[in-house]
């Protein structure tokens, strides 16, 4: 049962592949901050291979046949590419999902501020995070605004080498002996998340001078008004883009790899393959990450309606073909594992733990406390992935997130098991997940990315 870890059985061919697939990743990494970027680089990387918008194909009347590639967009946060397989939809298709959300710090509705001639933008924080993580690091400022004329804004400040960056500040250190004395959760609070953004008063003016300088210079950069901030959305993240880690370069540290090592490595898996048996599909969702809700959330009827749609477009629709497309299907929700780290090993339970470069990580279930909230996967379902990854020398691991009584966490499989498909939660291992710089390893992505091709080629 003991998995070892895989790089010394790497060729140097396959390290060649291992480096080609990790160089993409970091590109899409810094391409897609937030779920409107990755839908954006999402769609174009699928066009050039050859997906049309699903409407294009409603509107021109042509049927969809084996081989079609179409995509269908939701609100430009979620995506879903569809690979128009040789048998019927109603025998079910082969679905990898994952989520393209990502904590982080969102700006309030009414955020701008200033104080002790100070400016400030207020957040709410999106996600579970460790609230203290979060001081004293260069962050970025991405998003969109959209005007009352419907003009659309887009922002991203802070990325680039000449432009500004923000921050939230901390105490220092010497005046710190009452705050280290309170709980961790209680250390930084949110509302204390204030990104500092200006401190130059604005010549004449005698109230809010640092304010006015502010709303003077995004005026000018962005032509937009203070009630502008009613409707935007701007999303606060690290700046700076994702590196290799380590000296030997075995892993990544980036931002925002829960979850899109997965979604890169789907869709990856998903653009690489050109025909299939059973139809392929890539669900790429937003909102996971507090509880799928919302439209654009995985909780959404938009996957349903895709499907009714596809269905619709091949000339096959009706209600009962929809419902055994959806129930004859086989899922994997991929989302990423607790890595176990050996600072921490007392979180950990190290026979059903994830282990960095031991491969693509399966979870027959997730939950906390009793698996309560968890999809538990058919034992059945496991055994036909064992033989496909063994076939297709695709190397795993099988764990839980930590301890029993430790925590736990959800993802969105039990949403896609509603229709009574097969599901079961894969991912990639992941060090300091939802810290703001987050490591997982080169290894376990290529593995993944192969287990996915493996899974969208199969009839099971
Ligand atoms: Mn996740
Ligand atoms: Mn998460």
Not at 223 to 240: H, K, N, Q, Y
Not at 283 to 293: H, N, R, T, Y
Not at 314 to 319: A, M
Not at 321 to 339: C, E, G, I, K, P
Request: with cysteine; proline share 2%.
């Amino acid at each position: 049962m003991k998995k070892d870890n895989i790089w010394k059985t790497y060729s140097d061919e396959q390290i060649k592949e291992i480096e080609a697939l990790c160089t993409g990743y970091r590109k899409f990494l810094d391409a897609g901050k937030t779920e409107r970027e990755c839908v954006k680089e999402i769609i174009a990387r699928a066009e050039e291979k050859g997906y049309k918008d699903i409407t294009e194909i409603e509107k021109s009347g042509t049927l969809l046949k084996p081989g079609d590639k179409v995509y269908s967009v939701i609100m430009k946060k979620a995506v879903i590419l569809f690979n128009i397989g040789e048998l019927p939809l109603s025998g079910g298709m082969n679905i990898l999902g994952a989520h393209i959300d990502s904590p982080r710090l969102d700006v309030k509705q009414n955020p701008l501020y200033e104080e002790d001639e100070f400016a400030y933008l207020d957040t709410h924080y999106y996600g579970g995070i460790k609230k203290y993580q979060w001081v004293a690091l260069p962050l970025a400022i991405h998003g969109v605004i959209v005007k009352k004329s419907g003009e659309i804004i887009d922002v991203c400040i802070g990325e680039k080498e000449d432009e500004p960056v923000v921050f939230i500040s901390d105490l220092l250190i010497h005046l710190s002996q009452k705050q280290l004395e309170k709980k961790g959760s209680l250390v930084v609070e949110g509302e204390d998340l204030n990104i500092t953004i200006g401190n130059i008063p604005l010549a004449g003016e005698k109230k809010n001078a640092v304010k006015a300088n502010i709303l003077r210079i995004i005026g000018e950069r962005m032509d937009i008004e203070e009630e502008d901030f009613l409707s935007a959305e701007l999303e606060i993240v690290p700046a700076g883009k994702a590196r290799e880690c380590g000296l030997d370069r075995s892993m990544i540290m980036s931002y925002g790899q829960d979850d899109r090592v997965c979604a890169y490595t789907s869709l990856e898996a998903m653009l690489n393959i050109d025909t299939v048996k059973r139809t392929s599909v890539c669900i790429l969702v937003d909102k996971e990450e507090i509880g799928s809700v919302g439209a654009t959330g995985m909780r959404s009827r938009f996957f349903e309606n895709a499907v009714a749609r596809i269905l619709n477009a091949s000339g096959n629709y009706n209600d009962i073909t929809l419902r055994m497309a959806l129930q004859n299907s086989h899922m994997l929700s991929s989302d990423v594992s607790a890595a176990y780290d050996p600072i921490y090993a007392s979180a950990f339970e190290k026979n059903n733990a994830a282990y960095m470069s031991r491969g693509m990580v399966f979870n027959k279930f997730t939950g906390a406390r009793g698996k309560s909230g968890s999809n538990d996967a058919n034992a059945e379902y496991i055994a036909s992935l064992r033989r496909i990854m063994d076939d297709n020398n695709v190397r795993y691991q099988t764990a839980e997130l930590g301890k029993v009584d430790l925590g736990g966490g959800g993802t969105i499989a039990y949403i896609l098991a509603l229709y009574g498909m097969e599901v079961i939660d894969c991912g990639v291992a992941v060090l300091n997940m939802h810290a703001p710089w987050e490591v997982t390893g080169k290894a376990d992505i290529y593995e993944t990315e192969k287990g996915y091709e493996a899974f969208l080629k199969y009839n099971l």
